[in-house]
């Protein structure tokens, strides 16, 4: 019980905010051809299906550490112009949980040009299901507290996320609004008293990013940049990446590094003195296209004095293609092949 109290401590108080936090987690996946995890635009955007699968764990050393799987699946629907997608995820995090669905709808717009000149405009819609819970069974206090129930909740919620693309040969950019609806979280009022607990009805988060990719070659460079925010709490994160991609007999091998700074920090005490300290986060991931399989790594090291544990964060990621051709575009474009 102390260590998963432990873990909801650091995660209110260093840039998280779980309990501000619904859907699925922002971290670096996105960066293993995993774009349509992020941006609901991109479900449908290449030829044939991908399939991807996520298992993300932190800190090993400790129990009931935070930990999130995701699959998701996303297809061009046979010669149109329209993808859809689906995506399932799991999410824990000490005592709270979330499970959720996201079904995807997307429409891809040529804007001109030969059919293998990249030039399109695309436009996704997620709505979402999600089951949360919370278990304060374990929560004990010598006096009574309307803010603990005491039991283990459990509440549904439905929202959508929305997003927006535009491919350009080797440029991208993308936009995405998730939680688009307000959702009021009945799971942290049940059975307290409402004037003690605050409503949080909107947990908005805003997300873009671009990026180009460098060179026709065997050898590829793609700097890339995302920019996330939160419209409840304001707060605001920015990855600055950059892969390398090298095609070799058997396929592709790359690798890169992502730098996850956050734009506001935390105050905290150590002994007389005070500090604050901002979320930063080193990312080096490395990945391969094996045929029609695609694996990848990333680990996460987070910087600064106070840190919960000397560990990092762990993530892999397993996919397969499904009718991918050759090159469908004229253009080094992976995200869109």
């Known amino acids: 019980m102390q260590n998963r109290f432990l873990i909801l401590l650091v995660f209110l108080a260093f840039g998280a905010r779980s309990l501000a936090q619904e859907g699925i987690p922002v971290y670096f996946d996105y960066l293993s051809d995993n774009y349509y995890l992020v941006y609901p635009s991109m479900a449908g955007i290449g ?46 995090n000490g005592y709270h949980a979330q499970t959720g669905l996201k079904l995807t709808y997307a429409h891809h717009l040529k804007l001109g040009g030969d059919a293998r000149n990249l030039n399109q405009l695309s436009f996704g819609i997620s709505p979402t299901y999600l089951q949360s819970s919370l278990d304060e069974s374990e929560f004990q206090s010598a006096f009574p507290d ?36 307000s959702s009021k979280r009945n799971l942290y009022r049940y059975g307290k008293a409402n004037d003690n607990i605050p409503v949080i009805d909107n947990l908005r988060r805003y997300l873009v990013s671009v990026g180009y990719i460098f060179g026709r070659q065997e050898w590829q460079l793609e700097p890339s940049v995302l920019f996330q925010m939160t419209d409840f709490t304001k707060e605001k994160t920015i990855d600055l990446n950059a892969k390398v991609y090298k ?66 964060f762990h993530q892999i990621t397993l996919g397969y293609d499904f009718g991918q051709s050759e090159r469908r575009y004229d253009c080094y474009c992976p995200a869109a092949q």
């Open 47 to 92: 030829e044939g299906t991908k399939i991807r699968a996520t298992a993300r764990m932190q800190w090993f050393s400790v129990e009931d550490a935070p930990n999130l799987q995701t699959i998701n699946v996303n297809s061009r629907i046979g010669e149109s112009n329209s993808g859809v997608g689906a995506i399932f995820f799991n999410d824990a």
């Open 146 to 181: 309307d803010a603990i129930s005491g039991i283990k909740l459990s509440e549904s919620y439905f929202n959508t996320d929305i997003g927006f693309s535009y491919n350009l040969r080797e440029f991208y950019a993308h936009l995405a609004i998730n939680n688009l609806l």
């Open 247 to 312: 095609d070799v007999d058997f396929g592709r091998i790359w690798g890169g590094l992502s730098y996850r700074r956050s734009f506001d920090g935390a105050e905290f005490t150590n002994g007389d003195s005070f500090g604050k300290q901002r979320l930063q986060l080193i990312t080096p991931i490395v990945g391969a296209n094996i045929g029609n399989f695609m694996v990848s790594y990333n680990y996460s090291y987070q910087t600064g004095d106070i840190r919960f544990d000397s560990g990092g």
